[in-house]
């Protein structure tokens, strides 16, 4: 059984003003990491493009160096979502 978000509260003293915050809180977390993954895609882009269409040594590079920040953009994203996702369902992080 999937723990609710409302469980940590006393539902008699939640009104909807209340769980509807709660809502808004969760889908703007998901909107969060859906960002941090755009990003990481639009990076994977980016670097596969100068790498193909480049001329000179340094724009290659730098299309490389797009392909870590990546990674690290994806695990920073997943990592930062956990962590919000876990403060909103349960009491201490």
């Known amino acids: 059984m999937a723990k609710s978000p409302y469980s940590k509260f006393d539902n008699c003293e939640l009104i909807l003003r209340d769980k509807l915050a709660i809502d808004r809180t969760i889908l703007a977390n998901e909107r969060t990491l859906l960002a941090y993954l755009r990003s990481g895609v639009s990076l994977v882009i980016a670097g596969v493009s100068m790498m193909h269409f480049s001329q000179t040594s340094w724009f290659q590079a730098v ?18 979502y ?12």
């Open 63 to 80: 299309g490389v160096s797009c392909i870590p920040v990546v990674v690290i953009t994806g695990i920073f994203g997943m990592a930062r």
């Open 82 to 93: 956990r962590i919000i996702n876990q403060s909103i369902y349960f009491c201490c992080p």
